[in-house]
């Protein structure tokens, strides 16, 4: 298996809503990331996770809550979200060593309404 | 600290013809670089990347980068384009978070255009 599935594909959600983000690799690799990305622009990094621990928060606001709960899985959960969040989220994983590249899923497309 | 700049957001070439996607970097220590293409809709598939060995990368779908330290630059090449080849591309060079497990730090991507 050499995929990256990200579910779902498409969301539409209120700004009182409460939703989450799901990712899930088995692939072995142990280092998970979170990708925004607007249209026309390239992916910005949101939080990377390492072993299972948040190493990176790329100063998020906190309605974004990221988790890692096993090796395989990567969880986005989403509260209180403004319609200017609405953006592609890509999620990634790489060998902890990430010179041999990420492997990206083919993302949510999140829309605030 | 790293950085890639994209010359030229829009590249529009004949069907047949050469496609060069222009990338050049900055980095303070050896550089790990990366192209990766994005279809509409969808996510980022990597093309190549470079990471000290070979010079001269080959990757899928017939593309090709050459690593040229004197130029700083990643240039991305396929010797015929493809209606299929029609897409947004991305340089990324690997950033110092975290040590080797790195960040991607992409450049702000070039849309390919093929006419037929």
């Known amino acids: 298996d050499t995929e990256v599935t990200q579910t779902p594909k498409h969301l539409v959600m209120g700004m009182t809503n409460k939703k989450s983000l799901k990712c899930e690799q088995h692939?072995?690799?142990?280092?998970m990331y979170w990708y925004k990305q607007k249209a026309k622009k390239p992916p910005e990094l949101m939080f990377v996770?390492?072993?299972?621990?948040?190493?990176i928060n790329e100063s998020v606001p906190s309605r974004f809550s990221p988790e890692c709960p096993n090796s395989s899985l990567l969880n986005l959960h989403l509260h209180a979200l403004q319609p200017e969040d609405s953006a592609l989220y890509l999620c990634?994983?790489?060998?902890?060593?990430?010179?041999?590249?990420?492997?990206f899923g083919s993302g949510t497309r999140l829309t605030v309404v | 600290a790293q950085s890639v700049t994209q010359l030229g957001s829009h590249v529009s070439v004949s069907e047949g013809a050469l496609v060069l996607l222009r990338c050049n970097y900055s980095?303070?220590?050896?550089?790990?670089l990366f192209w990766y293409v994005q279809y509409p809709n969808q996510g980022l598939q990597l093309l190549l990347k470079?990471?000290?060995?070979?010079?001269l990368v080959k990757g899928i779908n017939g593309f090709e980068a050459e690593f040229k330290k004197s130029e700083t630059s990643f240039h991305l090449t396929k010797p015929s384009a493809h209606m299929s080849d029609a897409a947004e591309y991305f340089c990324?060079?690997?950033?110092?978070?975290?040590?080797?497990?790195?960040?991607?730090?992409f450049g702000k991507g070039t849309k390919l255009s093929v006419k037929p």
């Open positions: 990634a994983s790489s060998r902890t060593d990430s010179s041999y590249g990420y492997t």
């Open positions: 692939m072995g690799h142990r280092a």
């Open positions: 996770y390492s072993y299972e621990k948040l190493s």
């Open positions: 980095s303070s220590v050896p550089p790990y």
């Open positions: 470079y990471t000290s060995a070979a010079t």
């Open positions: 990324a060079v690997r950033g110092n978070y975290g040590g080797s497990q790195g960040n991607l730090i």
